[in-house]
Structures are given as C-alpha cells and as structure tokens.
C-alpha cells in the first residue's frame, strides 16, 4: 500500500490532489474505499473512462477496495459543457447504457477477495428522493455564489445555462456522501475536468457529516499538438469492440507519436519501472524500430479486449503488408481491416470485376490506367499476390471469405473493397 501512492505520480497519473502529504499517509495506513464514476453518456466507455480503470486497477492491486459507480440518475441529467446544453437521453436510452457500461467496468476490477469491487448505481438512492428532502438536506450546503464561480458555470452564462445542467454538481456530491455513509468511502478520483464536481463531494461531506475525505484527478492525456488524445479522423476511439474494432484499437496506439508514446505507456501498461525506462532508452535510440508503441499497443489491446484479439490484430497487420498470409485470418478480423481501411462495397452480378476495376475502386491507384500501369510494373497485389495479367479478372478463389479482396501496390499502399452479391 506504501508504494501505490509513489507509482501513480511516476506514471502520471496525478494532476490534482487535495492534500498531497495527507492523502500519501491516508493510503498508506489501511485499506481505503475508492470511488470512480462514469456517467453513461453513450453506450461505451472510451479512452479517458480507461485512464481511470487503470487508477482503480493499481489502488486495487495495493489492497483498496473499488467502489465503481455507473451514473444511473446523473447520466439522466448530463455534466454541464462548456459549449452547449447537452440533449437529455430517455430514461430507456440512458438504462441500457447503464447495463452495457457495467459489463465493461467489470471486466477491469476483481469481484472477489478482500479488496473485492462493487458496482453502485446512484439511480438506486435518488429515484426515491423527493425534491423536498433533495433542496433541505443537499441544496442548503452549495452557496450560490459558489456554484456561479464554476468555469464551466460562468462560460454558459452569456449563451444560457439550464436549472438542470447547473445543479448537476449536487447530484454527483450527493454520490460522495452517499459512499461514504454506506460503505466508509473517503477517497474518489476522475478527471480533471471533473475537479470542481469531485471537490464539491469532498466539501458536501465534511459540511453535511463532519468527514474528511479526499480527492485526486487525473490528467487529461494530449497529442503533441496538445489535442485531445484519444480521438481519430473517423472519431472517438471506443472500448467497445463493435464500435472500434481491435484491430483499429490495436493501430491506434501502433501509431502513437515517439514523443508521447512513453508517456502513453505508463498510463495504460501495467509492465513495471524497469521495463518502460528500459523502452525509453530503446525509442530514443532507435525510434524507427517502434518498441515502445508495438508493447503499448499489445499490452492496452490484450488488457481491453483478450490476448487472442490481440494475437489477432498483430497478425492482421503482418498479412497486410505481405509478410504473412491473408488467408489464415478470421471472417470478422478482415471486416474490421477492411472497414479501417474504408473499403467500398462494390454490387457484383453474375461476373466478378476486373482486377483493374478493384484496384481503382480500393483507391490504391489514382485510375484505372494508373492500375494498368502498377501491374506492367510489378507493383500491384491482390490478398498478397502479383498481379500480372492488366486483362484478369477476380475468380473466387481470390476472395476473402467470399467476399472480400485486399489490394496493394508497392510495399505500402494498401486498400480493401467488399463485394456485393446481386
């Protein structure tokens, strides 16, 4: 328990604290209950919902005890943004999300043992809260003036905040003291734009029941640029698989920028010190190799979806490139490759299409005379095979689970199409 306190500030994982010495003493004298939030917002968690498991994951490991809180009631109402009212969700919408939210939590925490986790749901204890006992014994400890002081708070003003948005605040401190009176809960975390709803917990409890408990956010991870990681051309980069694929999942961290990757790896690998210095030396050294990013992206892929899937993506993108066979890959592995790579769905009829005519639809080649020209030059494949013959046309035998073809030209260029049986 001494030590978790040390390795989330050397893996940067603490922006904010409320008292950095106290809380260092706080965990390192006991089993502490933990609470971390997600308020479901969309049917998955994404990329900063991950930062904070891995958080949970290393209390847990230390001997705390996880309290993970799915926001039934505050995914009703919506965390204020700093641009727009949020689009409030049905009540059916939002407890899906709920179940579907749960199941991914679960699959990062232990259940069992003495540092056991628990799932709450903060619908459980204020659907029966009547707006009476809500503004006596909730409302009376937030000053307005307070609340009015908020960032996020003062950058609506102009344009217009809601009565809703602006007491959501009260809805997440209550999940605060509500913890803390059922379960002893003195410590929760998130991000640090959530800072100012985490303090308000903190400030709820002491003013309503004299505790004092603490507080830590999270930083909020950043390209280079200083962007939002986390996010692609296509969007948001999801936990889910059927809404990006591990493949995509497992390229999205191939691709992480020399500068960051390092940064990146402490957050997400759970590999220790020694390890990640050890591929600090190695990427600065030689960053052309991408050892960091190649053991970032196999340990988050293996950790959010299975070994296999990441066993599966490594292979994907060896067979992609030539250096393996295409063939041996799964039905739903090439869809996801092929969906990557934005293939278009071409209708077929009794004929299949010209290898020129797949080529140039794949977008590999600029035309079609331009696909003429990379197969007279050696340089155009279909699934891993020169094509030699500008005349040929697909067999079926040249698909991929009858239906998908793989396209290259050089060693580089790759494209996909799926075919559409009329």
């Given at each position: 328990m001494s030590d978790v306190f040390d390795e989330l500030k050397w893996r940067g994982l603490m922006a904010n604290s409320t008292d950095e010495a106290a809380l260092a003493e706080h965990l390192e004298t006991g089993p502490v209950t933990f609470y971390v939030g997600f308020d479901p917002t969309a049917p998955s968690l994404h990329m900063g919902n991950l930062v904070q498991l891995m958080v949970a994951r290393a209390l847990q490991r230390a001997g705390h005890r996880p309290l993970i809180l799915v926001g039934g009631s505050t995914g009703l109402i919506g965390d204020p943004k700093e641009t727009a009212e949020r689009v409030l969700n049905s009540k059916e919408t939002v407890a899906g999300w709920v179940a579907r939210i749960q199941r991914q939590v679960s699959l990062f925490v232990d259940f069992e043992g003495p540092s056991a986790a628990r799932l709450v749901n903060n619908l459980d204890w204020t659907s029966g809260l009547s707006v009476l006992d809500f503004l006596r014994d909730i409302g009376k400890h937030f000053p307005v003036n307070r609340m009015l002081a908020r960032e996020v708070v003062k950058a609506r003003l102009e344009e217009g905040i809601s009565y809703t948005e602006f007491s959501y605040v009260l809805l997440q401190s209550l999940d605060y003291l509500?913890?803390?009176?059922?379960?002893?809960?003195?410590?929760?975390?998130?991000?640090?734009?959530?800072?100012?709803?985490?303090?308000?917990?903190?400030?709820?409890?002491?003013?309503?029941?004299?505790?004092?408990?603490?507080?830590?956010?999270?930083?909020?991870?950043?390209?280079?640029?200083?962007?939002?990681?986390?996010?692609?051309?296509?969007?948001?980069v999801w936990l889910d698989p059927e809404m990006t694929s591990p493949y995509a999942f497992h390229q999205f961290f191939l691709n992480a920028e020399d500068a960051k990757v390092i940064e990146y790896l402490k957050v997400f690998s759970e590999r220790p010190r020694d390890e990640i210095e050890e591929l600090a030396r190695k990427t600065a050294a030689a960053p052309h190799l991408r050892a960091a990013q190649r053991a970032l992206a196999d340990d988050i892929t293996a950790l959010v979806h299975s070994p296999a899937e990441r066993d599966a993506a490594v292979a994907a993108a060896a067979a992609l490139f030539g250096r393996s066979d295409l063939a041996g890959l799964s039905e739903p592995t090439v869809a996801s490759v092929v969906a990557e790579l934005n293939g278009p769905s071409l209708e077929v009829g009794a004929e299949l299409p010209t290898v020129v005519d797949v080529l140039a639809a794949s977008?590999?080649?600029?035309?079609?005379s331009a696909a003429r020209r990379a197969i007279n030059e050696g340089g155009a494949y279909v699934n891993n095979v020169r094509v030699n013959d500008p005349d040929a046309r697909l067999a079926e035998t040249d698909l991929l689970h009858d239906r998908y073809a793989i396209t290259r030209r050089g060693k580089r260029t790759v494209g996909a199409v799926s075919l559409l049986r009329g």
């Open positions: 509500e913890l803390h009176r059922a379960y002893g809960c003195t410590l929760q975390f998130g991000g640090s734009d959530q800072w100012g709803n985490i303090t308000a917990g903190v400030e709820l409890v002491r003013r309503a029941d004299g505790g004092h408990v603490h507080a830590l956010a999270t930083p909020l991870l950043t390209k280079a640029d200083g962007t939002k990681f986390g996010k692609t051309e296509s969007g948001t977008g590999v080649v600029a035309s079609k």
